[in-house]
């Protein structure tokens, strides 16, 4: 079936580095623009980053920028979250998301920003 | 950047009761928009997109409308599975995305 399965989130002192994974099945990934979205404990819905279908193009949230690099591997039905420099405000759920065609999410995978 | 303002942050309804939520953006955008919903504990799920169309599987009650900068997600008769929060969500080609900040939809 359609899905997306993140990986990679936990807990990180400030400052640290993590990289999250999420993996598409069930439709032809390479044909859409693929995001993440986040979600801090009890707040709202935040954009993060998308990727273009070809990889070609990536854009940021302004919070994120400079910090956080998305990527994907269209032979692997890949894409990436590089997040670096982490801040104890980039705790959330962290969502792999494609919201142009189908709205696929996955599950989330948490990441923690704590000393 | 482009800012969308949601409203209310917060609304008290009855079963039945028709309600309706407003998003205005900073500045004119294409119809490249939805409206989600989402529940405690899940994933938010899409109700509308190109501001207007009903995601296939949704029940017809819920409908979307506007254009430009102005954006309303209707509710036409309230139903218990309804409550949740709901977040508009503008995602325009080759710029920045953003989010709503969310309306609380709660029994009265």
């Known amino acids: 079936q359609v899905q997306l399965v993140e990986s990679g989130g936990g807990l990180v002192e400030p400052g640290g580095s993590l990289r999250l994974s999420c993996v598409g099945s069930?439709?032809?990934?390479?044909?859409?623009?693929m995001s993440w979205i986040r979600q801090a404990p009890g707040k709202g819905l935040e954009w993060v980053a998308y990727?273009?279908?070809?990889?070609?193009?990536?854009f940021y949230a302004d919070s994120v920028e400079g910090r956080f690099t998305i990527s994907r591997d269209n032979a692997k039905n890949s894409l990436f979250l590089q997040m670096n420099s982490l801040r104890v405000e980039d705790t959330a759920v962290y969502y792999c998301?494609?919201?142009?065609?189908?709205?696929?999410w996955g599950q989330g995978t948490m990441v923690a920003v704590s000393s | 950047d482009i800012q969308m303002t949601q409203s209310p942050s917060s609304v008290s309804a009855s079963v039945g009761d028709r309600v309706t939520i407003t998003c205005r953006a900073s500045?004119?955008?294409?119809?490249?928009f939805g409206w989600y919903q989402q529940k405690p504990g899940k994933v938010p799920k899409r109700l509308i997109h190109?501001?207007?169309s009903l995601q296939s599987g949704v029940p017809s009650r819920f409908s979307g409308s506007g254009s430009g900068t102005e954006f309303t997600l209707t509710i036409s008769s309230l139903q218990p599975e309804d409550f949740a929060t709901y977040y508009c969500?503008?995602?325009?080609?080759?710029?920045?995305?953003?989010f709503g900040q969310g309306t609380k939809l709660e029994i009265k």
């Open positions: 190109s501001a207007s």
């Open positions: 500045q004119v955008i294409r119809n490249e």
């Open positions: 990727i273009t279908a070809s990889g070609s193009a990536t």
């Open positions: 069930g439709f032809t990934f390479s044909d859409y623009y």
């Open positions: 998301a494609e919201i142009f065609g189908l709205d696929i």
């Open positions: 969500l503008q995602h325009n080609n080759y710029l920045r995305w953003t």
